[in-house]
């Protein structure tokens, strides 16, 4: 079992940055696949990244290649997603969540957090 405990959104313009991060505790962090999902307001869950148990192989939606970066420190049980050039569109609350295989669906994923939201201004 893991607990996920995200943090770092907030209110940003367009064309900055947030880091957000997802500490986890518990079991083995260091096994688990670990994903980036968002809801906005009025629409369905929808996958963002996710990266590989050790951290060298990552996977992200189309819209937000080249600008987002997923990643994880497994000495501090951390996965972050840094999000650059943001725009209005990515407004939503993201969370954070764990499985044991690569896959964007986040009905594979059993253990999520309770989620941070962003906000972007036009």
């Known amino acids: 079992q893991v607990q996920l405990v995200e943090s770092g959104g907030g209110l940003v313009q367009a064309g900055g940055s947030l880091r957000l991060s997802c500490a986890a505790s518990?079991?083995?962090?260091?096994?688990?696949?670990m994903g980036w999902f968002r809801q906005a307001p009025g629409k369905g869950r929808q996958f963002v990244a996710h990266?590989?148990?050790?951290?060298?192989?990552?996977y992200y939606r189309d819209s937000v290649k080249g600008r987002f970066t997923i990643s994880r420190d497994n000495a501090k049980s951390t996965v972050y997603l840094q999000m650059n050039s943001l725009k209005p569109e990515d407004t939503a609350v993201y969370y954070c969540?764990?499985?044991?295989?690569?896959?964007?669906?986040?009905?594979?994923?059993?253990?999520w957090g309770q989620g941070t939201q962003v906000t972007v201004s036009s």
């Open positions: 969540a764990a499985t044991f295989k690569a896959t964007s669906l986040g009905s594979d994923y059993p253990h």
């Open positions: 990266v590989s148990a050790g951290g060298s192989i990552t």
């Open positions: 518990g079991r083995a962090f260091s096994s688990y696949v």
